[in-house]
Nanobody, 115 residues
Framework: QVQLVESGGGLVQVGGSLTLSCGVSGSSSSVYGMAWYRQAPGNPRELVATILNRATTDYRDSVKGRFTISRDDASNTVYLQMNSLKPDDTAVYYC?????????WGQGTQVTVSS
């Protein structure tokens, strides 16, 4: 059974940076496309960034130029580097496979951007 463990969130001021990590166990992440998702209170979960292999990445418009997704298949880890953070980036961030997600989601990691 695949397990996803997100970490690296926290409280940061507007304009700050954070790097999120996602450890994948129970399967090799290298065979999957992976993605970061986020969910703000009262909102549905939304797709933030995807990575199909080391070179093929995509981002939602609101984070383009600020966020960078990457992966280390040797350690089954997916990263999300977030720069120039804005209050609208406040959410719980999750990683999962893409485009078809694993059934079980991790607990997520809270990112709070204060103004």
């Amino acid at each position: 059974q695949v397990q996803l463990v997100e970490s690296g969130g926290g409280l940061v001021q507007v304009g700050g940076s954070l790097t999120l990590s996602c450890g994948v166990s129970g399967s090799s992440s290298s065979v999957y496309g992976m993605a970061w998702y986020r969910q703000a209170p009262g909102n549905p979960r939304e797709l933030v960034a995807t990575i199909l292999n080391r070179a093929t990445t995509d981002y939602r418009d609101s984070v383009k130029g600020r966020f960078t997704i990457s992966r280390d298949d040797a350690s089954n880890t997916v990263y999300l580097q977030m720069n120039s953070l804005k209050p609208d980036d406040t959410a719980v961030y999750y990683c999962n496979a893409y485009p078809i997600t694993f059934t079980n989601w991790g607990q997520g990691t809270q990112v709070t951007v204060s103004s």
